[in-house]
T-cell receptor
Framework: LAKTTQPISMDSYEGQEVNITCSHNNIATNDYITWYQQFPSQGPRFIIQGYKTKVTNEVASLFIPADRKSSTLSLPRVSLSDTAVYYCLVGDSRAGYKLIFGSGTRLLVRP | SAVISQKPSRDICQRGTSLTIQCQVDSQVTMMFWYRQQPGQSLTLIATANQGSEATYESGFVIDKFPISRPNLTFSTLTVSNMSPEDSSIYLC?????????????????FGPGTRLTVL
């Protein structure tokens, strides 16, 4: 399974755009890139998933360059409630996909 | 989206005893997963549980220590056997569902709230 590397922590301020980059040099052809968010004392929650180029939903955007060896999660105009740990995962998105969590990025949003 | 409940939400146990954690889903699902998350750490997959077959364990986890049952498509249990303080952790179950619409489909996992276990 592809290994991911993310910054351990990031700080931001309310209203700013936050970009968290993840590297996954050994990503395989069938692998998708998925981001999860985890608040303290809760299970992780799915944010977004993509295979290439750009994916956008109501909470985030995911940018994936052509070589797919990295990806960037973009959170527009963060608020205090976005303070959480963000995990980047890669793997085969077919049924039975096992999530292998890396260390994640602890995002702290300050007022 | 699947709604998952776990029992107990937390427990404090003595060394050498066993605890069974229950995971209940509000819909029928094929794949269920059990994770462990030690304080301040990331999640580690323990095993994958399919209904009607034996669970598949990840490296470092064995059935004797973490027996799993999957009697139907909405329920699973994880037992932490012969506990030691090193087993103190949060144990989470998750299920897999297909999300999105049309050509934008993706596999999404939904997690339970977790069971916080402290072993003295």
């Amino acid at each position: 399974l592809a290994k991911t590397t993310q910054p351990i922590s990031m700080d931001s301020y309310e209203g700013q755009e936050v970009n968290i980059t993840c590297s996954h040099n050994n990503i395989a052809t069938n692998d998708y890139i998925t981001w999860y968010q985890q608040f303290p004392s809760q299970g992780p929650r799915f944010i977004i998933q993509g295979y290439k180029t750009k994916v956008t939903n109501e909470v985030a955007s995911l940018f994936i360059p052509a070589d797919r060896k990295s990806s960037t999660l973009s959170l527009p105009r963060v608020s205090l409630s976005d303070t959480a740990v963000y995990y980047c995962l890669v793997g085969d998105s077919r049924a039975g996909y096992k999530l292998i969590f890396g260390s994640g990025t602890r995002l702290l949003v300050r007022p | 989206s699947a709604v998952i409940s776990q029992k107990p939400s937390r427990d404090i146990c003595q060394r050498g005893t066993s605890l069974t954690i229950q995971c209940q889903v509000d819909s029928q699902v094929t794949m269920m997963f059990w994770y462990r998350q030690q304080p301040g750490q990331s999640l580690t997959l323990i095993a994958t549980a399919n209904q009607g077959s034996e669970a598949t364990y990840e490296s470092g986890f064995v059935i004797d220590k973490f027996p799993i049952s999957r009697p139907n498509l909405t329920f699973s249990t994880l037992t932490v056997s012969n506990m030691s303080p090193e087993d103190s952790s949060i144990y989470l179950c998750s299920v897999e569902e297909m999300g999105g619409t049309g050509t934008s489909l993706y596999n999404e996992q939904f997690f339970g709230p977790g069971t916080r276990l402290t072993v003295l």
